[in-house]
């Protein structure tokens, strides 16, 4: 079964940019869809969208819609995400997971992002 | 979105005993309801897809039941590795969305 490696915590002050990575070994990412879902404290998770590396084609949650960009590299195996404009609010566990219109198996290990001044 | 409800908020049970956990959607779901169980420090695992279909390598005393708008995560008898938070996902409606989650914790 593919496992995913994300990268690690990131501290970031409010109006930048954060971008997370995740690795998938042990299998192609190509040819299933990749999510990322954020966690904030106490609640469960939420998805922000997904892409199918195969297609390169991403699909994004309305409310993270223009400040989100999902992408994937075939030839690293690995998956991005990337998000704009953070404020406070963004502080959360960021997780990739293969799946996008279905349930999500497996997951990575979460990245920790905090948005502090 | 579809707006998933949980409950009970926290469930308190002895080890060795049925828990019972539900699941409710703002509109149906069908069948496309998932569980996951959630450990501190840990990523979300799947333990149900499609409501009753435990995923690889589950232990057969979890169950998942229900349709439409009602869903149940059963535990037959609770072991001490079992107590942690649960959530449900339903994917029958773009986006996917998750429940608050139910903590179990021992009695």
């Known amino acids: 079964q593919v496992h995913l490696v994300q990268s690690g915590a990131e501290v970031k002050v409010p109006g930048s940019s954060v971008r997370v990575s995740c690795k998938a070994s042990?299998?192609?990412?190509?040819?299933?869809?990749v999510s990322w879902l954020r966690q904030a404290p106490g609640q469960g998770p939420e998805w922000m969208g997904g892409?199918?590396?195969?297609?390169?084609?991403?699909n994004y949650a309305q409310r993270f819609q223009g400040r989100v960009s999902i992408t994937a590299d075939e030839s690293t195996n690995t998956a991005y995400m990337q998000l704009n404009s953070l404020s406070y609010e963004d502080t959360a566990i960021y997780f990739c997971a293969q799946g996008e219109a279905n349930w999500f198996d497996p997951w990575g290990q979460g990245t920790l992002v905090t948005v502090s001044s | 979105e579809t707006v998933m409800t949980q409950s009970p908020a926290t469930l308190s049970v002895s080890p060795g005993e049925r828990a019972t956990l539900s699941c409710r959607a703002s509109?149906?779901?069908?069948?496309?309801l998932a569980w996951y169980q959630q450990k501190p420090g840990q990523a979300p695992r799947l333990l149900i897809y499609?409501?009753?279909i435990r995923a690889t390598g589950i232990p057969a005393r979890f169950s998942g039941s229900g349709s439409g708008t009602e869903f149940t995560l059963t535990i037959s008898s609770l072991q001490s590795e079992d107590f942690a938070v649960y959530y449900c996902?339903?994917?029958?409606?773009?986006?996917?969305?998750f429940g608050h989650g139910t903590k179990v914790e021992i009695k």
């Open positions: 509109r149906s779901a069908t069948n496309k």
């Open positions: 996902q339903q994917y029958n409606n773009w986006p996917g969305t």
């Open positions: 499609d409501a009753s």
């Open positions: 042990g299998g192609s990412l190509s040819n299933f869809a």
């Open positions: 892409v199918i590396p195969a297609f390169g084609a991403s």
